[in-house]
């Protein structure tokens, strides 16, 4: 027995020197500049960029009264010079196409009761859907915390995950590749671009919504986590261009809305809020763009401190003008 244990053991720890001294090869091959391992293999997402930055900048010891999470729709989404004028400070941590396993582990590692007084969690119905790797891999490869990294590749249950946690250590030998850090506040970026309806995204502009599992189980935890750690949840999902093919919302709802009450957490749907579906409110078929923003996310505070979920003013000073729109 004895004999079999050492042996097997011999035998994984051969393994693991052959491949990362395969791994190293690959990495260390750089034609034009660029490890020949995003080649030979799929899913890794280079290090660098907004995910990498806002990680970089976000301070866990500092208070913030807003934090967001959530997919593109929220780092393109919530402005925090909006906020500012209402007096609150606010950061940023959404990611593209950000799967609520993601989420939650960034939840766990980076938000507690002390640092963060509300916490806005955007959602939308296609992010739902799907269950790609790639969100998974653009975290492990850009938050700074290792823990976060590692939870989020062994919960992916994703085999690709071994090459993306090995990635991450040896890009530490390495400047990131992405340099595309510019134009984030706190985490945010503006789109100031507008919808062309001549030149239609069929795949954005069209699609079903169906059940990820995955989805809904990591909301269920994170909703769990927040709820244990005392830290306040709103959920947003924000809105949408009227020309958008929007199918099956009501299933995504029914999918989402137990868990919400379950946990006693509010949801405001503003997919067809009034005024801010046109077209000319969005960069393309799914993001708010300049001028829409900051009608949006003055619709949200000023309901958010309506059902007294904010304070009207965290710092003394009087509230800027709101529009005058009706949530729906």
Known sequence: MKHLLKSSLIFLGSLVVVYLALFAVLFFI??????????ATQGNLWEGGGTWIKFQKFNKEEK???????????????????????????????????????????????????NCKLLILDIYDKV?????????????????????ALQTALASDDLRAINMIALRYFNKLEAPLNHDTAGYTNGYKVAAKFLDPRKKDEEKMKWTYSTCESQVKYLDKLLAYCKEAGI????????????????????FLKD???????????????????????IRMFSDPTHLNHLSVPIYNNLLIRDLQ?????????????????PDLQRK
Not at 140 to 145: A, K, L, P, R, T
Not at 232 to 251: F, G, K, Q, S
Not at 256 to 277: C, Q, S, W
Request: glycine residues 8%; charged residues 20%; proline residues 7%.
């Open 306 to 322: 309506r059902d007294k979920r904010l304070p009207l003013s965290t710092n003394g000073t009087a509230l800027v003008q709101q």
């Open 232 to 251: 306040p949840v709103v959920v947003a999902e924000h809105p949408l261009p009227a020309i958008y093919t929007m199918r099956h919302h009501e299933y």
């Open 256 to 278: 989402v809305e137990p868990i919400f009450k379950r946990h006693g957490v509010p949801f405001y749907d503003y997919m067809n809020a009034p005024g801010l579906t046109g």
């Open 64 to 114: 913030w009264d807003v934090i967001v999470l959530g997919s593109s729709h929220a780092y393109r989404g919530y402005d925090p010079e909006i906020f500012k004028q209402h007096g609150y400070k606010m950061y940023n941590l959404g990611t593209s196409n950000q799967h609520m396993m993601c989420t939650y582990f960034i939840a766990k590692n980076y938000l507690n009761k002390d």
């Open 128 to 148: 739902f859907s799907n269950n790609h790797i790639e969100s998974k891999s653009d975290l492990i490869q850009n938050v700074c915390d290792d823990k976060t």
């Open 30 to 39: 750089q034609p034009g500049g660029i490890p020949f391992i995003y080649r």
